[in-house]
Nanobody, 122 residues
Framework: VQLQASGGGSVQPGGSLRLSCVAS????????IGWFHQVPGKEREGVSC????????DCPDSAKGRFTISTDNAKNTVFLHLNSLKPEDTAVYYC????????????????WGPGTQVTVSS
C-alpha cells in the first residue's frame, strides 16, 4: 500500500496549486479520503475529507471554500485544488485514506502519504 503526494511548490498570494495523491496497492474506490496540512510546531489539521459512501465532504473547513477535493477513480488519484492562496496556507500537505470515514475525519486514517510542501509568499 502506497500513497504518493505531489504538486506542492512556491506560489504568490492569490495564486493556485493542484495537489495530487496517487494510491497503489489497494482498491482505491473502497477508501475514504482526506487532505490535511501541518505547520511546524502545530498539530496537523484536516482540510477536506470525502466519504465514498455518500460523497459527503467533511473535515474542518479552515480554507472556507477556497480548497476543493476531487477524485479520478480511473487513475487512483485524489486532488486538492488550492485557490486564492494566502501566506497562512503555507504548510506540508498530506493525503490520507481509510475504509472508515470517521477515522479519516479524526486524523486517524490507516494510510498516509509522505506530504508535499506548499509555500505562499510574495
Amino acid at each position: 500500500v502506497q500513497l504518493q503526494a505531489s504538486g506542492g511548490g512556491s506560489v504568490q498570494p492569490g495564486g493556485s496549486l493542484r495537489l495530487s495523491c496517487v494510491a497503489s496497492g489497494f482498491t482505491f474506490n473502497n477508501y475514504n479520503i482526506g487532505w490535511f496540512h501541518q505547520v511546524p510546531g502545530k498539530e496537523r489539521e484536516g482540510v477536506s475529507c470525502i466519504s465514498r459512501g455518500d460523497g459527503s465532504i467533511d473535515c474542518p473547513d479552515s480554507a472556507k471554500g477556497r480548497f476543493t477535493i476531487s477524485t479520478d477513480n480511473a487513475k487512483n488519484t485524489v486532488f486538492l485544488h488550492l485557490n486564492s492562496l494566502k501566506p497562512e496556507d503555507t504548510a506540508v500537505y498530506y493525503c490520507a485514506m481509510d475504509t472508515v470515514f470517521w477515522k479519516v475525519v479524526s486524523g486517524r486514517a490507516t494510510y498516509w502519504g509522505p506530504g508535499t510542501q506548499v509555500t505562499v509568499s510574495s
